[in-house]
């Protein structure tokens, strides 16, 4: 749980009016689900405030001290600048082998970026 190390920012809501009584079945309706399934579209939904990773909403998980902790979590599928340089520059040199080059020139990097196979590999991370 954050309270227990490091930081964490909190936004505190005053509601206008009664909390409904299935507030944990409409919580539950729009969960964060798992990130496993995130995929080309972020996953945005609620998780429960001991853990981003913890879309299981229940009482038990999300009250403290009379208030209720959520997470808003946005889980997207990125790929990392270095690891994007690596699988391009490894791609390069599978390219100068093939064609006893010791170099590729910048036309070529370009159109192998937008070639359909390695936009292909990108979209698979």
């Given at each position: ?13 005053v509601l206008p ?92 990097k370009k159109q ?14």
């Open positions: 749980m954050p309270f227990e190390i490091g930081t964490f920012p909190v936004t505190l809501f009016q009664e909390l409904p009584e299935n507030y944990i079945d409409l919580l539950n309706a729009n969960h964060a689900g798992s990130i496993d399934l995130v995929k080309d579209e972020p996953g945005i939904g609620w998780a429960s405030g001991r853990c981003l990773l913890d879309s299981k909403i229940e009482q038990s998980t999300v009250l403290w001290n009379n208030l209720i902790y959520i997470s808003l979590r946005k889980a997207e599928r990125k790929i990392s600048s270095s690891m994007l340089k690596a699988w391009c520059q490894q791609e390069e040199l599978v390219w100068m082998r093939a064609n006893g080059r010791s170099n590729v020139s910048s036309k070529q192998r970026a937008s070639s359909p196979e390695f936009i292909g590999i990108i979209r698979l991370v």
